[in-house]
């Protein structure tokens, strides 16, 4: 029981992080369908109530998110004391990364080793490394010092390259395919490791059609310029190259990894389906 109780909690606390995290962005669709801000701010503005229907969307939504944010602690309560303190550090975690994220945006950050930083604390360690220590400090934690070493070994990689992939699809997903905007990121800015290489590769040209990105609203005409830019640099094929390395890296990890075959295996088919999908 204690195990399902945090695989809830894990669910309620991505769900506080992606209902914070459209309020942030000023996203407008996630899955295809209206975000919940937008859903409340329109509902205020139907309804002709008083104030503004933005604030009245955005402070909705982040209520949902704070609701989500504590009933996802309290599921964590009966657990061991290891597993407690990797359950802040995540959440710890998250939300640096997020702030982070949002300094990277503000400041049209590109340089590569920031954006990889921002990469790995806005999701790589919560998507993946984290919650596999929390699973084996919940059944095993006197097998700490053996157990998060390897499975940091395997996380950390993967969780890098679940996040380029996210970033991929943030700047050249389809809206059928993704539920988000074309060109979300690059409407945004967003400091990512793929934009970082387009800059360190961009000839003159290339740095005219990126230089707007993240700087005014982008029309239709300059995200796909951005996009071409990326492309015709060799931005988007070194990203993909780096993805796979990383991939593989976590993969090897676990040929000496004290873990059953099920777990590797599984392991394994999960580092394959974070770096191979679409959506």
């Not at 769900?15 to 309020?23: E, I, K, N, S, T």
């Not at 303190?85 to 400041?107: F, P, V």
């Not at 919650?131 to 400090?137: I, Q, R």
């Amino acid at each position: 029981m204690v195990s399902l109780d945090a695989g809830v909690a894990l669910e309620l606390l991505h769900g506080f992080a992606l209902f914070h995290d459209d309020v942030m962005d000023g996203s407008t669709s996630r899955r295809g369908a209206p975000v919940t801000h937008e859903v409340f701010a329109d509902q205020h503005r139907r309804s002709g109530n008083s104030g503004e229907s933005r604030r009245y969307g955005d402070g909705i939504a982040i209520l949902v998110g704070d609701l989500a944010f504590v009933y996802s602690d309290r599921l964590m309560t009966d657990v061991s004391a290891e597993a407690r303190e990797i359950w802040h550090e995540l959440r710890i975690e998250l939300n640096i990364g997020q702030l982070l994220d949002l300094i990277g945006s503000s400041r049209n950050e590109r340089r590569r080793t920031k954006a990889e930083r921002i990469c790995r604390y806005k999701s790589g360690k919560y998507t993946i490394e984290r919650p596999l220590h929390l699973g084996a400090m919940l059944m095993a934690p006197q097998r700490r010092e053996e157990l998060l070493p390897v499975l940091s070994a395997y996380g950390l990689p993967l969780g890098d390259a679940f996040q380029m992939r996210d970033d991929v699809m943030g700047a050249f997903g389809q809206t059928a395919v993704t539920g988000k905007p074309v060109g979300d990121d690059l409407r945004e800015g967003k400091p990512t490791p793929l934009l970082a290489i387009a800059m360190e590769r961009a000839s003159s040209t290339h740095r005219t059609a990126l230089n707007v990105v993240g700087r005014e609203r982008l029309t239709d005409a300059q995200v796909a310029d951005a996009q071409q830019a990326i492309v015709d640099c060799g931005a988007l094929e070194e990203m993909e190259s780096v993805i796979t390395r990383l991939r593989d890296e976590a993969v090897r990890s676990l040929s000496s990894a004290p873990l059953t075959v099920t777990a590797k295996t599984e392991l394994e088919l999960l580092a394959m389906y974070v770096t191979d999908r679409v959506n």
